[in-house]
């Protein structure tokens, strides 16, 4: 890991670097400066964009959670941009259990899509990652999502990890591994 | 080169008008109130949140419907908005929608673009209009400047990071197959077509999708056809990432119409 850090910083320095070269080129060839400077508010434009350009640069720990500081609505835009230690094929479900005991699974990114999905799954990854330290939290949205769904039947809900069996054999069956479990109704 | 380089036949107020619809569609289909049973627990705040919200000031938010009120006056000032064009109301509007989205990302475990970009566009484009003189092509050139540098942003960023594990080897694959594991808002799993997919044509439309980020910043300065295909083609990237990752960007799609709509009406005349 310490190796792929000096190796990110080392892109990072680059990328920064182009990204003030092309900033440049912008500045130099066309009129988009001119155009700026034409307007009374300039000042407010121009900063704006500074404020985006170095956010840009700085910004280097968006993906983070948590995330000590953030400079919203200034973030760096990047998404998809490196796997340092792969792709971890898993992810998680939640589930509701009646008396039959099959999962019914729950679409929580259809109940927070106000949340927004990236955002929303990066949020559960981090509590997949980290269920052990978070049962607590875990805990609280299972509860908040047995009050979003109005299904009396529901004895409890679960928070599962998800994994994929054998992706070279062209399969595409996953298992789960429960993580956590919230009765409806607690004292059964 | 120079930036827009055509006349549009639509007035600012027209483009504000319709700038403001887009906010109007994603505060009235926007489901904040499913937020009100979370517990302070599940809130990270972020931002200024972080110096001024509490577990007393969260709890009066998610009780009492305060959301519901807030989402609502939102989208009255928008609506009083669209008949009076008030600059005022136009300021309120942003700072509030501000900690609209400011409350939301308490929720997330990374802040997401999809809205910080519609903030800001619709920010500069505030700021570019305050000034009676401007004409209609600054008043586009610049947010529009914003637009498409975020996304010659994005393709830079993956380039110098990425670069050439991230094109030449299964990493997007997988991240395909592991953003299909998660739950979506469509239920359907692609993983059934995606585990047999060749590999090497998944590479080639990520590295395509990349090119396509990494130039974006060019339609300022296309003609109007070259721009119109190249519109066309980021309206296709955003469909195609919505259909394989399940990731909405929505109001994106609909700041690309709007230039494609304002540049058509140009042509029929």
Request: charged share 20%.
């Amino acid at each position: 890991m310490e190796d792929y850090f000096i190796e990110y910083l080392f892109r990072g320095v680059l990328e920064s670097f182009f990204i003030l070269i092309f900033i440049w080129s912008i500045i130099k060839y066309t009129d988009l400066l001119k155009i700026i400077k034409n307007n009374r508010y300039k000042k407010v434009i121009l900063t704006i964009f500074i404020i985006l350009i170095s956010a840009q640069i700085i910004d280097r720990y968006q993906y983070q959670f948590p995330q000590k500081y953030d400079f919203y609505p200034f973030i760096r835009f990047a998404m998809y941009q490196a796997a340092p230690e792969g792709v971890e094929l898993t992810s998680y479900r939640i589930c509701g259990y009646k008396k039959d005991i099959i999962c019914e699974e729950v679409n929580i990114a259809k109940i927070y899509n106000t949340i927004s999905l990236p955002s929303l799954s990066s949020r559960m990854h981090y509590l997949l990652q980290n269920h052990v330290n978070n049962s607590e939290e875990i805990v609280s949205w299972l509860k908040a999502i047995s009050n979003e769904i109005d299904e009396s039947e529901i004895i409890y809900f679960t928070f599962e990890k998800k994994e994929i069996n054998n992706l070279r054999n062209n399969s595409n069956q996953y298992f789960y591994t429960e993580l956590a479990r919230y009765f409806v109704d607690e004292n059964a | 080169m120079k930036t827009l380089d055509f006349n549009f036949s639509h007035n600012i107020e027209t483009i504000s008008k319709l700038i403001w619809l887009i906010w109007l569609q994603y505060l009235i289909l926007d489901e904040l109130y499913r937020l009100r049973h979370l517990p302070y627990e599940t809130f990270y705040p972020r931002g200024i949140f972080r110096f001024i919200i509490n577990e007393q000031t969260y709890n009066l938010l998610t009780n009492f419907n305060l959301l519901f009120l807030f989402q609502i006056a939102l989208i009255l000032i928008l609506i009083i908005n669209m008949k009076t064009s008030s600059s005022r109301l136009e300021f309120i509007f942003l700072v509030l929608v501000y900690f609209y989205e400011l409350f939301k990302k308490g929720f997330g475990g990374h802040i997401d673009h999809r809205i910080t970009t519609l903030l800001i566009f619709s920010v500069l484009f505030f700021v570019i209009k305050l000034d009676n003189s401007a004409s209609v092509k600054v008043v586009l050139s610049i947010p529009y400047a914003f637009f498409f540098l975020q996304y010659s942003l994005i393709g830079i960023a993956r380039l110098f990071n990425g670069f050439p594990e991230l094109f030449f080897s299964e990493i997007f694959y997988k991240w395909l197959i592991q953003r299909n594991m998660r739950p979506k808002y469509y239920e359907y799993d692609l993983n059934t077509y995606l585990v047999n997919i060749d590999i090497n044509l998944i590479n080639i439309l990520f590295l395509a999708a990349t090119c396509l980020e990494i130039f974006a910043i060019f339609c300022l300065f296309l003609k109007r056809n070259y721009l119109k295909s190249y519109l066309i083609m980021l309206v296709l990237f955003h469909v195609g990432i919505f259909i394989l990752m399940g990731i909405s960007f929505l109001e994106n799609i609909l700041i690309i119409l709007l230039l494609l709509y304002l540049t058509h009406e140009k042509s029929n005349h």
